[in-house]
């Protein structure tokens, strides 16, 4: 089975074997699951990447944890005084105040006109009295609906156009009501869309101008208003046909009537369009801000998902294969120790070198997560290439030369020096390494395929690759008769592959962690190549491909 660059199957594995099973059974790690798939498969952006605190500790800095995201709203785009933001926060309050104002005008307007002290010459004033009874009652109600406005915005427009009407028919004029009509359709206009706006405000306000035309007392009133023939003494009904006879004045009448109700209604209108324009403008602000929030904590939580991973890849690549090797020098020096003390010390030597070399790798990665200074120059990038590890995501390819360390102290105040990473040249001591662990490896290519002719981040990719098959070869295929190891570079491509003829030893059953296929596959994939392991004749086989430059990755 094939890993390539994006591919999103599991490397074949070896199946595990039972304990003490027979030579040529064979056994390796169950399949891993693949890492690079479930982070490609996590949830897309929804906010936000979230700012990722770094809690500084003795030695360095821990490593940061991703923060939610703050939650951006309408209240904090705006900036609203004290006054305002109560308001906005008390909206019951805002609809009390409106009522009462609305109150106060149509009490002023319709209570208190000169019309009505006027009109009791022609009723009488118990007459006025009952119609001032009536408006005060549709004044009360009004402001009542006004309280509902915002849960039922073109309701309360309907019931103060019918208001308004019954305040035209009981006294002969709007009487303020023109008022709680606007702040009616106001609240339509910045709640609805245009449409629903427009047909309301055509409606209520159709239904006045019509009520002011063909309704008798309206035309008398405005008559007297504006002032009457003094010969006709208190004759209402006379005055009245002296308000219809005379068109002029009728039609004067009329627009002293129809003129507040429709500029009013207009610029309630236009007022109200505008704030929900501005509202969903800001709303339509809000969210692109909401999302790009989203999406930064996702980048976030993906950035540190990788930096997780790389971190246990490059632990796995300096644990695994060290303290293998370890067990397998010590089992050995064991079984020497009785008949060939020379060759058991000297295994114990290669033992506590092994250790000590793994002990600085482990204190090196250890250093680098510490680190909370400057980045020092050995971990620049080359002019032209892009950041290395550091920017989040696992061995970029075109990252300059990688070392790792630090000037912390892991361990008191000693401090890990800054080391290169393993390169091809590095590769004879590694197989010796496995041949002074009693694996029976032979090369092919390892001097002569031009591999330090390749950049920092190819070599340290090729030298993963053949010790992390050479550690579970050890691991999973004890007593093997032979391991051979062949690097060959062709045209734009390098080729590793490692063999084993099958364990003729019983193999150990316990499980792996699976990382270490995982993360050689996910360095070849980087690269846009691809890893291919599976059985080989009785034994197994890795066999890695890579481009050998960056034009071809």
């Known amino acids: ?23 040529g059974a064979g056994g390796r790690l169950a399949a891993p699951s693949d890492v690079t798939r479930r982070l490609a498969a996590a949830p897309g952006p929804t906010w936000e990447s979230a700012p990722v605190e770094a809690a500084g500790g003795q030695g360095g800095a821990r490593a940061g944890r991703a923060t939610p995201a703050p939650v951006f709203t309408e209240q904090s785009a705006r900036r609203r005084g004290p006054v305002r933001r109560f308001l906005v926060r008390h909206p019951a309050v805002t609809d009390a105040l409106l009522a009462l104002v609305f109150l106060g005008w149509a009490g002023l307007i319709g209570l208190g006109a000169d019309s009505m002290y006027a009109l009791s010459a022609y009723l009488g004033g118990e007459r006025v009295l009952q119609m001032q009874t009536v408006l005060l009652a549709l004044m009360v109600v009004g402001a009542a609906a006004l309280m509902w406005r915002r849960r039922r915005p073109v309701v309360v427009a309907g019931v103060m156009g019918v208001l308004a009407v019954a305040a035209l028919a009981a006294a002969g004029a709007t009487s303020g009501f023109e008022l709680g009509l606007a702040l009616a359709l106001y609240t339509v206009a910045a709640a609805s869309s245009p449409r629903i706006t427009w047909v309301t405000a055509a409606a ?11 309704l008798d007392l309206p035309a008398t009133v405005g008559a007297i208003a504006m002032g009457v023939d003094p010969a006709i003494g208190t004759d209402l009904e006379a005055a009245t046909r002296q308000a219809q006879a005379g068109g002029f004045l009728q039609s004067a009448v009329w627009y002293q009537t129809a003129a507040p109700v429709l500029v009013l209604a207009l610029l309630a209108v ?34 540190q998902a990788a930096e997780r991973a790389r971190i246990a890849r490059e632990m796995h690549d300096v644990v695994a294969h060290s303290i293998s090797v370890m067990i397998a020098l010590g089992g050995g020096a064991r079984a020497a120790v009785d008949w060939a003390p020379d060759r058991s010390r000297e295994a114990l030597d290669e033992l506590v070198a092994t250790g000590r070399a793994a002990l600085g790798d482990v204190r090196r990665v250890l250093g680098v997560l510490h680190d909370d200074g400057p980045r020092p120059p050995a971990l620049t ?15 970029n390819p075109r990252a300059g030369d990688v070392r790792t360390g630090s000037t912390d102290a892991v361990h008191g105040d000693d401090p890990t020096p800054f080391e290169p990473q393993p390169s091809s040249v590095d590769l004879g001591a590694l197989v010796e390494r496995f041949r002074s662990a009693g694996l029976p490896v032979r090369t092919t290519g390892l001097a002569d395929t031009g591999l330090t002719e390749l950049d920092a981040n190819r070599q340290l990719a090729v030298y993963r690759v053949v010790q992390e098959a050479l550690t579970n070869v050890l691991r999973h295929a004890p007593g093997t008769p032979a ?35 995982v993360g050689m596959c996910e360095r070849v994939a980087a690269f846009g190549g691809e890893v291919e392991t599976g059985p080989y004749g009785r034994g197994w086989r890795v066999r890695a491909l890579l481009p050998s430059d960056e034009g071809d990755a």
Do not use: K
């Open 1 to 23: 089975m094939v890993l390539g660059a994006g591919a999103g199957g599991p490397v074949a594995a070896r199946p595990a074997a039972a304990p003490g099973a027979a030579p």
């Open 381 to 395: 990038a080359r002019p032209g290439d892009d950041a290395g590890p550091a920017d989040g995501r696992p061995d």
């Open 270 to 303: 236009a007022v109200g369009t505008s704030a929900r324009n501005q509202r969903l403008h800001l709303a339509a602000f809000v969210e692109q801000a909401n999302a790009l929030a989203r999406e930064q904590e996702q980048r976030a939580l993906v950035a």
């Open 204 to 214: 209520t306000v159709s239904a006045c101008l019509v009520a002011a035309r063909v």
């Open 483 to 517: 391991v051979d190891v062949a690097v060959r570079r062709d045209a734009g491509t390098v080729e590793v592959v490692v063999t084993d003829g099958g364990p003729t030893l019983p193999v150990d059953a316990s499980p792996g962690s699976q990382r270490g296929l």
